[in-house]
């Protein structure tokens, strides 16, 4: 649930592509809302506007061997204007601030079971 003109929709996929390969799919997230600026005259200046895409996949060539691979992107280009005088959501800045990011991130995992003593 989202306030102040704010949107948000998300959905997950998940399943079997092969019997021993599985994968797990969230497409991009995407995020908006607003604060009215009265000094500038603008409605976008504390928006949310991020995109977040998560993809993972699980890989059993074995009973004693799982691989897994995890990529996540992530896509910001938030502004920053917050402070209200009269906690109102009408602000008066006259250089509202932004917060702007760009990532990548991925993790490799691997748990292989074979001997009855450990596990690696």
Do not use: C, H
């Amino acid at each position: 649930m989202s306030e102040y003109g704010g949107r948000s929709l998300t959905a997950i996929g998940s399943g079997s592509l092969t019997e021993q390969l599985g994968y797990r799919m969230e497409p991009p997230a995407n995020s908006d809302g607003d604060t009215e600026n009265q000094y500038l005259g603008r409605d976008d200046t504390n928006n949310i506007d991020e995109s977040v895409l998560r993809g993972k996949l699980a890989y059993s060539p074995s009973d004693d061997l799982k691989l897994g691979l995890t990529l996540f992107y992530l896509d910001a280009d938030n502004g920053y204007d917050a402070f209200s005088l009269y906690n109102t959501r009408k602000t008066l800045s006259d250089k509202p601030g932004r917060d702007q990011q760009e990532s990548w991130a991925g993790a490799l995992t691997g748990q292989w079971s074979g001997n009855e003593n450990f596990t690696l």
